[in-house]
């Protein structure tokens, strides 16, 4: 499914299409790029689903995805996007249910993976220009349970940017809630 973010000024729209991850930016000067998108990944056989996308303002923004069985996420910084896309869990289970929320200053993903009979939640935290480790959040989630992540632009403090500072710092709260999904 595509995936849509403002960075208060302009919009980015990301989706898949022929296996490979693209995206299109609308500006009030440029209106949208292009009429195709362009893509932002390298060719690969390996399966691509679930492009999330968001922003922390001043035509910054972060997508990531699930290619085959790991996260894998690819940034603009104002200028262009990334040579390269970067893997962020290199867990071997199935991932799933890929979230991402944006702070002044970075972003935060969450995603279900399943690992030793289980679902587990993970996130991870860009701040400063590159990804941290991946903590677990929380073992044993329900299958049909449904993860959100709040976030904010321009820094704004959100549960987003909250999320993040925990992830950040390894500290976990009652700050993330888990419901069923609907």
């Known amino acids: 499914t595509p995936d ?3 960075d208060g000024d302009g919009f980015c729209a990301t989706w898949v299409q ?3 991850i693209h995206i299109n930016r609308w500006t009030d000067t440029v209106s949208w790029d292009t009429t195709t998108g362009r893509t932002i990944d390298t060719a690969s056989a390996l399966a691509r689903k679930t492009p999330r996308i968001a922003s922390h303002g001043a035509d910054r923004y972060c997508v990531a995805w699930i290619e085959d069985v790991v996260v894998v996420s690819n ?3 104002g200028t262009d996007w990334g040579a390269t896309a970067v893997v962020v869990d290199t867990m071997t289970g199935a991932s799933d249910a890929l979230r991402i929320a944006a702070s002044g ?3 935060a993903l969450t995603w279900r993976e399943w ?3 289980t679902y587990n939640l993970y996130g991870n935290v860009l701040a400063g ?3 941290g480790t991946v903590p677990l959040l929380m073992e044993g989630l329900d299958r049909d349970v449904g993860i959100g992540v709040c976030g904010g632009v321009g820094g704004a403090r959100s549960a987003g940017a909250a999320l993040a500072d925990q992830l950040r710092t390894g500290r976990q709260s009652p ?3 888990v419901r069923p999904a609907q």
């Open 105 to 107: 200053s970075g972003y």
């Open 4 to 6: 849509i973010s403002s």
């Open 129 to 131: 220009g590159s990804w």
């Open 115 to 117: 690992s030793g009979g």
């Open 75 to 77: 940034a603009f910084d």
């Open 18 to 20: 022929d296996n490979r």
């Open 175 to 177: 700050l993330y809630r």
